[in-house]
């Protein structure tokens, strides 16, 4: 009996009437068969990742693939005009994989030839053979666990790690501007909430008091007039990368409480939770009030403690602050919800960092839509203040 085929690690598809039906640059239209799409959601769910390799301009194919909707299902992707061998490299290079384990897709019997030529190791296939594809035993691995399903996810977050760490000190400001970043913040919805509090549990690195919030004291609190609760969203020219932060606010005259900020590490090489707290000081600066923030140091957010400190937060003493310490912390807002059970008792090992806001200018490297929270409370929160009861 045969042994078992290693199973694909990664299959990189080329584009023109593989991928999608249709040359590019020549066709006014390109599209994906339901075929195609249906291999392609399979494989992903099973763990094998997916990428390309096609003779093509990289920005015209790149919107094209994010318009089909299949372009997050695809990483490192190799567009241009190199040998396609080289792009099949390039890809088990970037994804730490042995050419045995790549198999690659192409129309073209001499592009196939041409990669068997260089990479003998590397498995290739002609669409034709889309319709069986699932049922090869190479492209059904033994077992599918809920880290299969994720593995896309968890090395596209490996990736921006890397990024991260070669750009330390700070962001390239030229690749960023690539990236076409785009920043919006918005008020959740109950579409939203649960994002957000996944968000709240998942981002331990990055969570300002280390504090989860569950989805009952979010939906309390996004109908509580006195608070604020923001979902920010991220998107780049590759796609959207979803809800990536959440922002907590008490707003009160003359200051704003700032009880949570916490963002996805998924975006941490770009500096998405300084730009928040930029954003959020400058409302405030206009908006004319103080801002306090909460933050207690867990064994695993250091980096947020850092961008507070960064934004000029610091633990001096104002007029604002007595007050909140009395009153505030035995505020109906704040009993048994929003610190919510075994997570903290009290609010024991929280700062409470202050700051006499300026104006601040948002970096040029992402643009960012957000709501105009400094027309003041009940201009400006009008959804949290009125919002209808359900009819049914
Ligand atoms: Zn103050």
Same mark, same amino acid.
């Given at each position: 009996m045969a042994d078992r085929p290693t199973t694909v690690k990664c299959l990189v598809w080329d584009l023109d009437n593989t991928l999608w039906?249709? /040359?590019?640059? !020549?066709?006014?239209?390109?599209?994906?068969? +339901?075929?195609? =799409?249906?291999?392609?959601? +399979? *494989?992903?769910? $099973?763990g094998i990742l997916q990428s390309v390799a096609s003779r093509n301009d990289h920005d015209l194919?790149?919107? =094209?693939?994010e318009a089909l909707g299949v372009a997050d299902y695809l990483l490192v992707p190799q567009i241009g005009w190199g040998r396609k061998s080289d792009a099949v490299r390039r890809v088990g290079e970037l994804l730490g994989f042995a050419a045995g384990t790549l198999a690659f897709l192409d129309d073209e019997p001499a592009e196939r030839a041409e990669v068997t030529f260089?990479?003998?190791?590397?498995?290739?296939?002609s669409p034709d053979q889309l319709p069986e594809l699932l049922r090869l035993a190479e492209f059904? @691995?033994?077992?599918?666990?809920?880290?299969? $399903? $994720?593995?896309? *996810?968890?090395? &596209?977050?490996?990736?921006? $790690?890397?990024? !991260?760490?070669?750009?330390?000190?700070g962001p390239d400001e030229e690749f960023l501007r690539s990236l076409e970043l785009r920043l919006r913040i918005s008020r959740a919805d109950d579409s939203e909430l649960a994002r957000v509090e996944e968000l709240t549990l998942r981002t331990s690195q990055l969570n300002a008091t280390g504090v989860h919030y569950s989805d009952t004291v979010l939906r309390e609190l996004c109908t509580d007039p006195a608070h604020e609760v923001l979902v920010a969203g991220?998107?780049? &020219?590759?796609?959207?990368?979803?809800?990536?932060?959440?922002?907590?606010?008490?707003? =009160? @005259?003359? &200051?704003?409480?700032l009880k949570l900020l916490a963002t996805s590490c998924r975006v941490v090489a770009f500096g998405i939770g300084t730009v928040i707290l930029n954003w959020l000081i400058d409302q405030a600066a206009r908006a004319g009030v103080h801002v306090v923030a909460d933050f207690r140091r867990t064994d695993r957010n250091r980096m947020m403690e850092v961008a507070y400190r960064f934004a000029g937060f610091a633990g001096e003493d104002c007029g604002c602050l007595g007050? *909140?310490?009395? +009153?505030?912390?035995?505020?109906?807002?704040?009993?048994? /919800?929003?610190?919510?059970? /075994?997570?903290?008792?009290? /609010? &024991?090992?929280?700062? =409470? *960092?202050?700051?006499?806001?300026?104006r601040r200018e948002l970096p040029d490297t992402v643009r960012v839509e957000a709501p105009d929270l400094s027309a003041g409370p009940v201009a400006g929160h009008p959804a949290g203040r009125s919002r209808p009861a359900s009819p049914n």
């Open positions: 039906q249709g /040359t590019l640059l !020549e066709d006014e239209q390109v599209s994906v068969t +339901a075929e195609a =799409r249906e291999v392609i959601a +399979a *494989l992903d769910s $099973r194919a790149w919107a =094209r693939l260089h990479l003998p190791e590397v498995r290739c296939y059904a @691995p033994p077992t599918v666990t809920s880290d299969s $399903r $994720r593995r896309r *996810l968890m090395y &596209r977050a490996g990736f921006e $790690r890397e990024a !991260e760490r070669d750009s330390f000190p991220l998107t780049d &020219r590759f796609g959207p990368y979803g809800a990536i932060g959440v922002i907590l606010l008490a707003v =009160r @005259p003359g &200051r704003w409480h007050e *909140l310490s009395g +009153a505030e912390l035995s505020g109906p807002e704040l009993s048994g /919800t929003e610190l919510s059970g /075994t997570e903290l008792s009290g /609010t &024991r090992g929280v700062q =409470r *960092l202050h700051l006499l806001p300026s």
